[in-house]
């Protein structure tokens, strides 16, 4: 679980807040209705620890563009030292890594 994660209290609330946000965004743009955290810790992870968000909605049409909630989630990651990366194709993708 997220508790178990070794990163910092600010992290662990920029992933929280990730999956919000993601699950938020796979209903209300992409018509999905299930959400998929990939947890990657050790040599699976180039910083640390990478957490990969997915879902089953319509991949994007157009590259995403931040704004709202994902500028605000971008912020909040890199607070917590944190990189956070979308991929718009071959399906919505976002990305977090942080060290442990």
Request: net charge positive; aromatic share 4%; charged share 20%.
């Amino acid at each position: 679980g997220l508790a178990d994660l070794p990163v910092s209290g600010a992290a662990r609330s920029a992933i929280m807040a990730a999956i919000r946000e993601c699950l938020t965004n796979t209903a209300r743009h992409a018509g999905g209705d299930r959400l998929f955290v990939l947890i990657k810790c050790g040599a699976d992870a180039p910083h640390g620890i990478r957490i990969e968000i997915t879902n089953n909605g319509r991949a994007p049409l157009v590259p995403i563009q931040e704004a709202g909630g994902l500028s605000n989630l971008r912020h909040m990651v890199e607070r917590a030292g944190g990189i956070m990366t979308i991929e718009s194709s071959p399906q919505f993708l976002l990305r977090l890594d942080f060290k442990s």
